[in-house]
């Protein structure tokens, strides 16, 4: 087929290459790259195929003697040496290419970033640096030199030499190209030490630009709390006696897990309460622990292929999850987890985009750096936990790590550690691996003579190229309440198999209230006929925290489902959310959880899997209109809290402190949307820290008001990109629909707008994105000049167009209008000559 790679056609690499020497010498125009592979033949007869893209062949040779034109072929995907030429025992291949950094804006392999040399290997980066086996199951020992005159030249493992010019570095163990990693700059590092527990004394540094040396702090301390975690959890040390971490500008993702030397976007190390958020200070921990916890899950074991990425991703997100509930939100993480998994997970399982966990064909694998296979990939993991309990969880994961460590696995080999541990069979529950799609649950009970019967069907709608969806294993969690609010029946894990089922619990009372899928045990869709009242009580007594949220949840997306509807507001809702606000007993993170309201686009997603087709400024008036309701009924008590929870003294971006800055913004919200903008002025006004500086702004732009807080935050922060980046996104997302495509096409066409760089373009166009009736307007206005973005992204930046294409991964659910005009602006995006692959894959599944 034309340009996809299958993963039935997985042949393991017929050679293998024990150690690779390379030698950089750095300039931005042409870097010269030199490459000595220690080869030995594993498979008589088979051609040597090395991977190599935009590479000037300067020279090549075999156990020293050159090779010209002749002795290989040469094409724009790489570079083979026919069978024929090849000794039958061990041989050494050298060759020496040029590359461009400073040319490289798609920042794949090795680019420039602010006057620094840096690297992106993962997926496929490592091709465009030299011509070699490019893919995660070829693992090598790294020896690496780096010629250049500025003063920090970094890579993998340890150091082994040094002088003015030059540096030299050995990475022990070996890896897949996608980990290696160079860095060379003029660099400062905050640095640190943590001792194993087995006492290696390990260094570490966070390695910055000069001048941003004072924001590092928080990311240190955060390694070795992370560092001290996996000890703890899952018995895992780190294993070289230096852990650095570089942070970047210019940077495709989040970050990147480099043996030893971790790469990071900026955005995800530098902190300071005046410049960052409490959001920001959680995520930065959570994605230091995630690179971190890759060591072992990734690096010491890797991927066969690109199609086990979840493998990797699923396992580590899974770690990261738990590390943050451990060590700083308890429930509230769980709450935030499943947020954003059904805003990003579920959205692309309901569309055209929807893939399993592990993919069995793709054209392009950055298009599937995805929410399925990293965030669906963990709550797979977490399933398994709860199926087999902490003591067999960790019983199967000590015999991956003893098993697999040094090799490059699969997911048949992570099932097969629980299934050998367990001596459980999992062959049904693999399906969650392999098929796409949301499971529904449909539940109905009955109560008889103290029996109560839970009755739970599931079915899984078709998703593209899968028609057919076999019943899936599930663990559903359920408590039962008695109706005056006591647990009846703690959490209990029964486990779906079939297409029905049903359980009984016996001795009963009285009809208890269900409280089902706790925790939310599984990545399903819940259909059960509940009433107001019911969702009321389940929040006010449930003693599973995710469930009394979700209780809320559903509350107040059912009222505002009715309300777009053109119905009136569920008065149930509106007590319950009295309720919640005078209770002080309750956690304020977790009221803050309760109070925010359901996204526009998470109303439109409920609305469309109803049969109903979604107004997107129905939902807009609706969503407004519901947060005035309560303002009006709840003006004294909201003004209350708002009065009587500000943080005063110094900063701290801890839960409690971080819990009720959250509530008072949220407490805010409600407030701004009655009192003109005053609250939220004054707060603005008299901020000393970023959270509620931005939090203020971001209410202040929702109402259509707050140009003068604009301009100020502008003069404050024109020096300060990151923050700026905040500014924008502010206004893309936030601002009224009717203006909002106007004020992102003057920010975009700013002069200090920079198109090369990810943060920057990711702020504009993900706000704007994320502007529900902004992006969906009626006159397709918002679609072609999202349009008109991607195609100016693309021939810069293909893998972060691509990402950034999924805004359109929902146009079927809209009207017949809007479908015509998304439908005409991906055909314009498709029909543009010289499309990436990257684009090009994106625009034709999404208009498939
Ligand atoms: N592997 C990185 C992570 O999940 C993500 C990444 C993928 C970064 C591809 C860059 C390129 O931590
Ligand atoms: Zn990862």
């Known amino acids: 087929m034309d340009g996809v790679t299958l993963l039935s056609d997985y042949k393991p690499y017929p050679f293998e290459i024990a150690s690779v020497s390379l030698t950089f010498r750095l300039d931005p125009a042409a870097t010269r790259v030199l490459a000595t592979l220690d080869v030995t033949p594993r ?44 000794p039958a025992g061990p041989f ?28 992106q ?43 003015p010019g030059w540096a030299e570095w050995d990475d022990p163990w070996p890896k897949p ?12 590092a905050t640095s640190g030490s943590f001792t194993t527990r087995s006492g290696r004394k390990v260094d570490l540094n966070i390695w910055v630009r000069p001048g941003d040396e004072d924001r590092c702090d928080f990311a240190l301390g955060a390694l070795a709390r992370s560092m001290t975690w996996d000890e703890e959890a899952y018995g895992r040390e780190y294993d070289l006696d230096l852990f650095n971490i570089v942070a970047v500008d210019d940077f495709n993702m989040g970050a990147m897990e480099n043996k030893g030397l971790n790469i990071f976007n900026s955005k995800l190390v530098l902190a300071s309460p005046e410049t960052a958020t409490d959001t920001d200070y959680e ?11 890759h060591n072992w899950t990734g690096n010491r074991i890797t991927c066969r292929d690109w199609f086990q990425l979840c493998l990797k991703e699923g396992l580590t997100v899974y770690r990261d999850q738990s590390f943050t509930r451990d060590v700083r939100l308890g429930g509230l993480k769980r709450i935030e987890d499943v947020a954003a998994l059904r805003a990003r997970q579920f959205r692309e399982d309901a569309g055209p985009l929807a893939h399993p966990p592990r993919p069995d064909r793709y054209k392009e694998i950055n298009n599937f750096y995805t929410a399925t296979v990293y965030e669906k990939g963990a709550e797979v993991v977490g399933m398994l936990a709860s199926l087999l309990g902490p003591e067999g969880y960790r019983a199967a994961l000590d015999l991956y790590f003893d098993r697999h460590d040094g090799q490059a696995c699969t997911i048949e080999d992570w099932i097969k550690v629980f299934e050998d541990t367990s001596g459980r069979d999992l062959s049904q529950f693999k399906l969650w691996y392999t098929q796409a ?21 599931q079915t899984t709608p078709p998703t593209p190229g899968e028609e057919v969806k076999p019943p899936r294993h599930i663990p559903l969690a359920v408590g039962l309440l008695s109706p005056n609010g006591d647990e009846v029946v703690p959490t209990t894990v029964l486990e779906l198999t079939e297409a029905r089922q049903s359980f009984r619990f016996e001795g009963l009372a009285a009809r208890p209230v269900p409280s089902l899928l706790r925790g939310f045990s599984a990545p399903v869709i819940l259909d059960r006929a509940t009433t107001p009242a019911e969702q009321a009580f389940l929040l006010a007594h449930d003693t599973d925290p995710f469930n009394r949220w979700e209780a809320g949840r559903t509350l107040a997306r059912q009222t505002l489902m009715a309300m777009a509807r053109g119905e009136g507001a569920q008065l149930d809702y509106l007590d ?3 309720r919640l606000i005078a209770d002080e007993e309750a956690d304020p993170g977790f009221r803050a959880a309760c109070l925010r309201l359901p996204g526009e686009d998470e109303i439109a997603a409920a609305l469309f899997a109803r049969g109903d087709t979604p107004d997107p400024d129905a939902i807009r008036a609706a969503r407004r209109k519901l947060m005035k309701m309560l303002a009006t009924r709840h003006g004294a008590a909201l003004t209350r809290v708002y009065d009587s929870c500000a943080v005063t003294g110094p900063y701290s971006p801890d839960a409690g402190p971080a819990g009720r800055r959250a509530l008072r913004l949220a407490v805010l919200a409600l407030l701004t949307t009655e009192d003109g903008g005053a609250r939220a002025a004054a707060l603005f006004a008299e901020a000393t820290n970023m959270t509620e500086s931005i939090g203020a702004l971001n209410l202040l732009v929702a109402e259509g008001k707050g140009q003068g807080q604009l301009a100020a935050f502008a003069a404050r922060w024109s020096k300060d990109p990151l923050v700026m980046d905040k500014w924008r996104m502010a206004q893309g997302a936030l601002t009224p629909p009717e203006d909002a495509a106007e004020t992102v096409t003057r920010l975009g066409t700013a002069p200090e707008f920079d198109w090369k760089n990810p943060n920057r373009f990711r702020s504009l166009l993900g706000g704007f994105a994320a502007n529900h009736a902004g992006f969906h307007r009626v006159d397709g206005a918002g679609y072609a000049l999202y349009a008109d973005w991607l195609l100016r992204l693309d021939p810069l930046n293909p893998q972060t167009a691509a990402r950034m294409s999924t805004a359109f991964e929902t146009w079927r659910r809209y009207d017949t209008t809007r479908q015509a005009h998304a439908k ?17 894959e994106m625009v034709g599944r999404l208009a498939g």
């Not at 002795?71 to 026919?82: A, F, R």
């Not at 091709?127 to 780096?146: A, G, L, N, Q």
């Not at 005409?824 to 090009?840: E, F, K, N, Q, V």
């Open 121 to 163: 290997c993962e997926a496929e980066g490592f091709r465009h640096i030299t011509f070699y086996p490019d893919r995660p199951d070829v693992m090598s020992r790294f020896h690496v030199r780096i010629e250049s005159d500025l003063p920090v030249l970094l890579s993998n493992g340890n150091p082994v030499g040094q002088g």
């Open 92 to 119: 050494r291949l050298q060759t020496e290419v040029e590359i461009a950094p400073a040319a490289n804006t798609a920042l794949e392999g090795l680019y420039m970033s602010n006057g620094m040399y840096c690297t």
């Open 283 to 293: 995520r930065i921990e959570a994605v230091i622990a995630h690179e971190y916890f």
């Open 43 to 86: 498979q008589p007869g088979a051609d040597m195929v090395l991977q190599g893209e935009d590479l000037t062949l300067i020279s090549l040779s075999l156990d020293g003697r050159a090779l010209v034109p002749g002795d290989y072929l040469l094409d724009e995907t790489g570079l083979t040496l026919p069978a024929a030429g090849l």
């Open 177 to 188: 190209a996608y980990l290696f990693a160079l860095v060379a700059g003029d660099l400062r």
């Open 437 to 457: 799609g949301t499971p529904k649950l449909t539940v109905t009970e009955a109560y008889e003579n103290g029996t109560y019967t839970l009755e739970v069907s």
């Open 576 to 578: 319950a959310v009295g």
């Open 824 to 840: 005409t602006a991906l055909a314009r995006i498709a029909a543009t000559p010289g499309l990436s692959r990257d684009l090009a």
